[in-house]
């Protein structure tokens, strides 16, 4: 983008050494330079203190609640239907939502001195290309999120934290550099991007779910116990075909999640922490969506310490699966995990499970269900559970009182009474 404001500053130098009428109604002033729309020649169009003006608009300013005074709305007031250049004023900070939904704001030029870039700031908007400025240490959640035509990213070094979904839904993005400051990576923060090789540095020490959801070959740079637990998360959370590496690193095994019916021993699902296969050693992570799906032959089934994650629909339907041993390792049950399997009658949920959803549907012979103290819960959760019998919670009366319940899908929520009939017990275990 540097290269859009020399091409504005030559036009413009040019343009006033020539004559040429720029604009009639402007005195430029020392607060504004020569920020301003601009056309893709580098013709200034609006000088940005008219915007400030006439428009009341202040790129600063959250308009999440004012999206009629949005920079969208002001293009819109100005007729300007052409694709257009903001060069943007000497900020800390670009508000939420304030150039979302700009679909002819082509290239933007950030200000050295910007220091934060907001929650949907660019949303949907028509932008090709963006340099952050290393000032920049966070781009907050959706940022840039659904901004098809973004093709070029440039990550520069200063930058902690990029946020959930800020990059999402942009086909035209193949690839991008993560600099060795980044420490978090938020749920899908990359998801659906065109991105065919993603390198991420040992200096990233969170990266929630999904962040890099069907991309390409994602590469970790760190060891082997930090990419199992992401890879719990996320990496093995992609479309067939998605790739993960560990760039070459050296490690005394490889992580691995089992993606069919596998580990069974006279209906005994045994799954190992490690394991040897083809001279190599591997260490189970994770179960992968469905991979256990319908499978009558297991009535016994145990988890290893080692395993992170079980994903979407993992045992759906093992209608004679009777007994289940979670590990207290576990961190994610996805959608569906149990749903169908009319043979459990106990479950002891991990301390570390956050959410449980529709995990147990159609359980009919679930009696004894023991819940963290943090769980989140939700209708869907234990539809179809007829014989409960008891409720082990793992906090106070205080606290269970106090939980709420999201109706699927979670527009609303109702009293945790709703959940339970009158007969199923709660007892409060702390």
């Not at 301003?36 to 959250?62: A, M, Q, R």
């Not at 939904?101 to 030029?109: H, S, T």
């Not at 760190?222 to 790739?243: L, M, S, Y």
Request: proline share 3%.
């Amino acid at each position: 983008m540097k290269r859009i404001k020399i091409i504005v500053f030559t036009f413009l130098v040019t343009a006033l050494c020539c004559g040429c009428a720029v604009t009639t109604d402007f005195v430029e002033t020392d607060d504004y330079g020569d920020a301003g729309i601009y056309d893709l020649n580098g013709t200034l169009l609006v000088p940005y203190e008219t915007l400030v003006k006439n428009y009341h608009f202040d790129i600063s300013k959250d308009y999440e609640n004012d999206e009629n005074k949005g920079f969208s709305k002001v293009l819109q007031k100005l007729d300007l239907n052409e694709d257009v250049v903001l060069v943007v004023p000497s900020v800390s900070r670009i508000g939420e939502h304030a150039l979302s939904y700009a679909e002819n704001l082509a290239y933007c030029e950030l200000p050295d001195t910007l220091e934060t870039i907001g929650g949907y700031a660019f949303y949907s908007s028509g932008l090709r290309e963006i340099v952050i400025p290393s000032g920049v240490s966070e781009i907050s959640h959706n940022a840039f999120d659904s901004c098809r035509e973004l093709s070029i990213v440039t990550l520069n070094d200063g930058l902690k934290v990029i946020d959930t979904s800020a990059f999402r839904y942009t086909p035209k993005l193949t690839e991008i550099t993560i600099p060795e400051t980044v420490e978090t990576i938020g749920s899908c923060a990359f998801q659906d991007t065109g991105i065919d090789y993603v390198r991420i540095p040992d200096t990233v020490s969170v990266i929630g779910d999904n962040a890099f959801g069907n991309v390409g070959t994602v590469c970790y740079n760190g060891n082997a116990e930090d990419f199992a637990g992401f890879g719990a998360a996320n990496f093995h959370h992609f479309n067939a075909g998605n790739v993960c590496d560990l760039c070459g690193a050296s490690v005394d095994y490889i992580p691995y999640t089992i993606q069919g019916a596998e580990f069974i021993d006279n209906g005994v699902c045994d799954i190992p922490d490690t394991f040897e296969r083809d001279d190599q050693r591997y260490r189970v992570v994770s179960i992968a969506v469905e991979a256990y799906k319908d499978n009558t032959d297991i009535t016994s089934l145990s988890i290893p310490d080692s395993m992170k994650s079980i994903q979407d629909g993992a045992f759906v339907n093992c209608i004679n699966l009777e007994q289940v041993n979670l590990n207290d390792h576990l961190e994610i049950l996805g959608r569906d995990v149990f749903s169908g399997c009319t043979a459990i009658q106990e479950i002891v949920i991990p301390d570390q499970i956050a959410t449980i959803t529709g995990c147990f549907s159609g359980c009919t012979s679930l009696r004894n269900v023991t819940l963290p103290k943090a769980i989140g819960l939700s209708m869907e959760d234990f539809a179809g559970c007829d014989h409960l019998e008891k409720i082990y919670y793992r906090g106070t009366e205080e606290e269970w009182s106090s939980k709420t319940v999201g109706a699927p899908p979670p527009v609303m929520n109702v009293s945790i009474e709703m959940l339970f009939d009158e007969h199923v017990k709660i007892i409060f275990t702390e």
